[in-house]
């Protein structure tokens, strides 16, 4: 695979979504555009070992399904303000679990801008249209998608719905402040 083979002249929108639990839907932060209260169409997630694999996944879906298809890619995500911090909480996390944790898609531990980062890298080389993002630890990883990813997408072009923002910084207050 070479940078030929990415599309960086590609015009879809940026789209981002959030899986809060494997229990409960996930949540599209993308607002609709150029509809009049309509909405975008529903994106096919992939669920990919690496940016290699993603991209081929979602070859392979716009060559069956078409190249109009969305997609977005499952990046299970670990962030905190340095990536130290970062692999510390995951190695906190792994400690409770009784067998060994294996990532379901891509595993991205490190800072916010550094999630931004690969996020936009992933929509503009054309891998996918956006990602969903899935918080191995809802309150404080949701607190910093919302408060520092988020604001570092706007120049990539995302365009959050606002109730979809007031409701996730909703679950965000509400986990944040349950008892230990």
């Known amino acids: 695979m070479t ?17 809060l639990s494997t229990t409960s839907p996930w949540i599209e932060l993308t607002a609709p555009r150029g509809s009049a ?4 169409d529903t994106p096919l997630r992939v669920q990919a070992a690496d940016l290699r694999d993603a ?10 399904a078409g190249h109009d298809v969305s997609t977005l890619l499952d990046v299970e995500v670990m962030i905190a303000q340095d ?14 679990l009784r067998t060994v944790r294996r990532p379901a898609s891509l595993l991205y531990i490190g800072t916010p801008a550094g999630l931004a980062g690969l996020i936009a ?3 503009t080389l054309g ?6 993002l899935r918080p191995l630890v809802v309150p404080g990883v949701l607190s910093c998608i919302l408060d520092d990813v988020l604001p570092a997408l706007y120049p990539a072009g995302l365009q959050p719905c606002d109730d979809a923002l007031e409701f ?3 679950v965000a207050a509400r986990r944040q402040l349950r008892p230990a």
């Open 3 to 19: 940078m030929a083979d990415f599309d960086v002249s590609r015009s879809r929108p940026l789209r981002l979504g959030i899986e």
């Open 37 to 40: 209260g309509g909405r975008l």
């Open 55 to 64: 991209y081929q996944k979602v070859a392979a879906i716009r060559d069956e």
């Open 83 to 96: 990536s130290r911090s970062a692999r510390t909480s995951l190695a906190i996390l792994d400690s409770a």
């Open 121 to 123: 890298d992933i929509h």
């Open 127 to 132: 891998i996918a249209d956006g990602v969903t």
């Open 168 to 170: 996730l910084r909703r």
